[in-house]
């Protein structure tokens, strides 16, 4: 069971957070400020931190620099009143991953809290071979034979999640949330753009397919 940490020292909102990421099925664990947050990372294998801004002692700010610092890269969802351009810059430069501003829809969170865990997963396995086909997270690359190819960002992690889960159909909207961002300005006709050129570059490979479900979105075949 995957287990989550709330950072909050709103202790109403804290409870309603957790009572909803239970019912979903995660692991809750709770934290009255930065401090509380610090020592149960410490001690617990920890696969998401939601935490507040403003807290006391160790506010959010500095307890995503202090795990980013400490080379910690678990998923970080920022939930707090603070709303500003300039409150999101400093937050997503101490090392947040997502940022939702109060008052909180708790459906939405649990998507956000999804789709932040299923991009971990996707980091932390690095590499996907697939017959002769090798894919290397770190390096944004796909070996064929003696052949290297070095894609775009955003091109190599559509084709990465397509291939680590085939057969499973992904809707455009779903690729845009996890790659692009939930406040991405980009349209469901960025991610067409991109299949079509993973395709010129790799249709002609027997290893894997890129099909399109029409009316739903995208899936990957493999034929070994």
Known sequence: MLHILVAEDNQS??????????????????????NEALKIIENTQVDLLISDLMMPNVDGYRLTDALR??????????????????????????????YMVKPID????????????????????????IGDVLLNYNELTVTVGDLVY??????????????SYPKQIFTRQQLMDEIWGYD?????R?????????????????EFKIITVRGLGYKAEKYL
């Open 69 to 98: 610092r400490d080379n910690n890269m678990l998923p970080i969802l920022i939930v707090t009143a603070k709303e500003t351009l300039e409150d999101k810059k400093k937050a997503f430069t101490s090392g947040t991953d997502d």
């Open 184 to 188: 991405s300005e980009a349209d469901e």
């Open 150 to 163: 070095e894609l775009p960002k955003k091109e190599f992690y559509v084709l990465f999640k397509l291939l």
């Open 13 to 34: 909102l804290r409870k309603l957070m957790t009572i909803y990421l239970k019912q979903a099925g995660y692991q809750v664990s709770e934290a009255n400020d930065g």
């Open 106 to 129: 708790m459906d939405e969170m649990l998507l956000r809290v999804e789709a932040l865990l299923r991009r971990a997963k996707i980091a932390s396995e690095h590499q996907l071979k």
């Open 190 to 206: 960025t991610v067409d753009v991109h299949i079509k050129r993973l395709r010129e570059k790799f249709d002609s490979l027997t």
